[in-house]
């Protein structure tokens, strides 16, 4: 019959995996697998680590885990020791009444002391934590765009001509690591950008940007964007970024900020209030978020305004705020004016005559 051990070696074995391989997936470190698989459960700090860490394992592996945990306690009272009264040849000439009191006296010390041990071995180990066992999250992108924060295993339906193609945060170290659904991976570092051609038609379809994430600490996950290219920019709207400058004023002026590239993308506003000052914003050519929004801002407070094609701003102090652009992976700073002016502001997307877009501030009449 085979052992615990030998059962998830096999299994194992059958699959052609190896430890690191199984250690990465599971997050279970190659000490506690060998020490699985030969039955050596000393190095364990206690039963629920145990318990855990098979669960997790033999799920892994695809086994019954019931069976796998029966297995584990049946091994484990075959390991149990003979009764201490067999090995005691002669019974302790006691007075009755102390018997009893030493007794206890054992049991508070043992406990005492296991308690002891424990708190030393957390405190030893403070990284050591019981095995949990989390649900994947998986996300669909209803328009354009999306930006999420992914754990390992989670994933993004992207649709593409009434198909969906999933995409899935495959790892987390000291890179991230994409993978999609025909078995491709991606490794990115943080700020940086890839496209993908997810219908294997031969042009790139999707483009991922890492925006977030802490190296080597998977469990803070990867803040990802996620936008289509070539299609229609968001649900419900298309996107507006040539509607003709003549519409601002005619002493309006332009500066760009990010360089021209082949296709637009969503990017972030953020501002870093210095001082007291009124501002207000409204979002440019997006149906669902129409409106100006209005308040009234103290030193030290800062706003982010995220957008698909463009922000207007008005600020009563030009320089009462420090700007900064994030887009395509990159930040780029942002001058809307001088000391005490009240501005009125547009950040967005332009057309240029041959195709490409950049994103450019257009200084309007105040």
Do not use: C
């Amino acid at each position: 019959m085979e052992s615990l051990g030998e059962k998830l070696k096999n299994a194992r074995n059958e699959k052609r995996l190896n430890l690191e391989q199984i250690s990465r997936e599971t997050n279970i470190s190659v000490q506690f697998l060998e020490a699985l698989e030969s039955e050596n459960f000393d190095i364990f700090p206690g039963e629920a680590y145990i318990i855990g860490f098979l669960k997790n394992y033999s799920a892994f592996l695809e086994l019954d885990t019931q069976k796998v945990i029966s297995l584990y306690r049946a091994l484990r009272i075959q390991e149990q020791p003979v009764p201490v009264e067999h090995l005691i040849r002669k019974p302790p000439r006691l007075p009755a009444f102390l018997l009893p009191a030493l007794v206890i006296i054992v049991i508070l010390g043992a406990g005492g002391w296991g308690i002891y041990s424990l708190i030393i071995h957390r405190q030893n180990n403070p990284t050591l934590a019981p095995a949990t066992i989390r649900t994947s999250v998986e996300h669909i992108m209803e328009g354009s765009s999306i930006e999420r924060r992914l754990h390992i295993n989670d994933s993004v339906l992207i649709p593409i001509d009434s198909v969906m193609h999933r995409v899935e945060l495959f790892n987390l170290t000291e890179i991230v690591t994409i993978r999609t659904e025909n078995g491709g991976l991606e490794i990115l570092d943080l700020s940086q950008e890839v496209t993908i051609d997810l219908n294997n038609d031969g042009i790139p379809d999707l483009r991922i940007t890492v925006m977030e994430f802490e190296r080597n600490n998977p469990d803070w996950g990867a803040r990802l964007q996620f936008y289509l290219i070539g299609t229609t920019f968001m649900a419900g709207t298309e996107f507006e970024p040539d509607i003709p400058l003549a519409t601002t004023a005619a002493t309006a002026s332009i500066t760009t900020i990010i360089p021209p590239s082949p296709n637009p993308h969503p990017f972030t506003l953020q501002i870093n209030f210095q001082g007291f000052t009124m501002f207000r914003w409204e979002i440019l050519h997006e149906l669902d978020r129409r409106g100006t929004n209005q308040r009234f801002f103290q030193h030290n407070e800062t706003l982010e305004i995220q957008a698909q094609n463009g922000i207007r701003i008005w600020s009563s102090n030009a320089t009462a705020a420090r700007f900064q652009l994030f887009g395509g992976g990159r930040t780029f700073p942002v001058e809307i004016g001088a000391t005490g002016e009240v501005v009125v502001t547009e950040v967005r997307w332009i057309r240029d005559e041959d195709g490409r877009f950049r994103v450019v501030v257009i200084q309007l009449e105040s």
